[in-house]
């Protein structure tokens, strides 16, 4: 089983690299913020509970996410690994996922940092909102969550630095030439 990382701030395109690292290499995708988003259209006590926080732009407590990717990945009997996309947020995270996996006989084989600048990023994001309609997209809610993903989120990567794990890549430029980054990094792992 390959278990893939993706990582960078909202607007960095992780979205668009995760659908085609799903086609070519058949991972199954666990994105925090579909499950979140899930979640709230259903108006589950989770989802009530999610859209509050979200609402704020802050994160959703660890217990709460961990436990609602645990599930997810429980759920998803055969398939050839995972791509987390939106997790882990926070080094408590980080080794909960760790420890999760462990127990599976399981671990992470790789972390991806897509490399964008703030300019980037709003652009983007400003484009996005104009066919999302995701609130999460609103300019204020945008700030709060680059500042937290620059202020907390940013300092996992030296964790998975440390086990050798992170690979960046430049997350500007054409959608394909970027793929082809990914593809040659993740191919260096998958191949013997």
């Not at 995708?29 to 899930?38: C, K, L, P, V």
Request: hydrophobic share 40%.
């Amino acid at each position: 089983m390959f278990n893939l990382v993706i990582f960078g701030p909202p607007g960095a395109g992780k979205g668009t690299q995760s659908a085609k690292i799903i086609e070519k290499y058949k991972l199954a995708h666990i994105s925090t913020g579909d499950m979140f988003r899930m979640h709230i259209s259903q108006d589950t006590a989770l989802g009530k509970k999610v859209k509050e926080i979200l609402a704020e732009g802050m994160l959703v407590p660890d217990s709460v996410t961990i436990d609602m990717l645990e599930e997810e990945v429980n759920n998803q009997k055969e398939v050839t690994g995972f791509i987390f996309d939106g997790f882990p947020r926070t080094i408590a995270q980080a080794e909960a996922l760790d420890s999760f996996l462990e127990g599976k006989k399981e671990k992470i084989n790789l972390v991806i940092q897509l490399m964008v600048t703030e300019e980037e990023i709003k652009a983007r994001i400003a484009e996005r909102k104009k066919t999302s309609g995701r609130a999460d997209d609103d300019e204020i809610k945008l700030i709060k969550r680059i500042e937290e993903y620059f202020q907390k989120t940013v300092h996992v990567l030296p964790y998975y630095e440390k086990q050798g794990k992170l690979k960046q890549i430049q997350g500007i430029g054409e959608i394909e030439a970027i793929f082809e980054d990914i593809v040659r990094v993740m191919d260096e792992q998958l191949l013997p």
